[in-house]
């Protein structure tokens, strides 16, 4: 059983800078892919990036490649999500989730991740 904790939200203005952060307990960290998904109001709730295990290959929506930078911290068990370039449409709900390292399913399909986070709210606003 992996517990997941996000931090690090809040209001920032367009152009600014915020980092989450999910720190892990329970489980083996190593086994785990860890990917940070988004949800707004009335929308689904979609995948933002994705880390795998110790090799740390990573992957990003389009919607953020170049602005965000995903990272994880083996010994401190905790995965960052750095967020450049803020605009008002990266408003949402951030979660970060957990899978095992040897799922197969695409990334962004946020049924395949067992574990969950309570969420953390990033605002994008003047």
């Given amino acids: 059983q992996v517990q997941l904790v996000e931090s690090g939200g809040g209001l920032v203005q367009p152009g600014g800078s915020l980092r989450l952060s999910c720190a892990t307990s329970g489980g083996t960290f190593a086994f785990y892919a860890i990917a940070w998904f988004r949800q707004a109001p009335g929308k689904e709730r979609e995948g933002v990036s994705y880390i795998s295990t110790t090799e740390g290959s990573t992957i990003y929506a389009d919607s953020v490649k170049g602005r965000f930078t995903?990272?994880?911290?083996?010994?401190?068990?905790?995965?960052?999500?750095?967020?450049?370039?803020?605009?008002?449409?990266?408003?949402?709900?951030?979660?970060?989730?957990?899978?095992?390292?040897?799922?197969?399913?695409?990334?962004?399909?946020?049924?395949?991740?067992?574990?969950?986070?309570q969420g953390t709210q990033v605002t994008v606003s003047s």
Avoid: F
């Fill in 70 to 117: 995903i990272s994880r911290d083996n010994i401190e068990k905790t995965v960052y999500l750095q967020m450049t370039s803020l605009k008002p449409e990266d408003t949402a709900v951030y979660y970060c989730a957990a899978r095992p390292r040897w799922s197969g399913s695409p990334w962004y399909n946020h049924h395949t991740y067992d574990y969950w986070g």
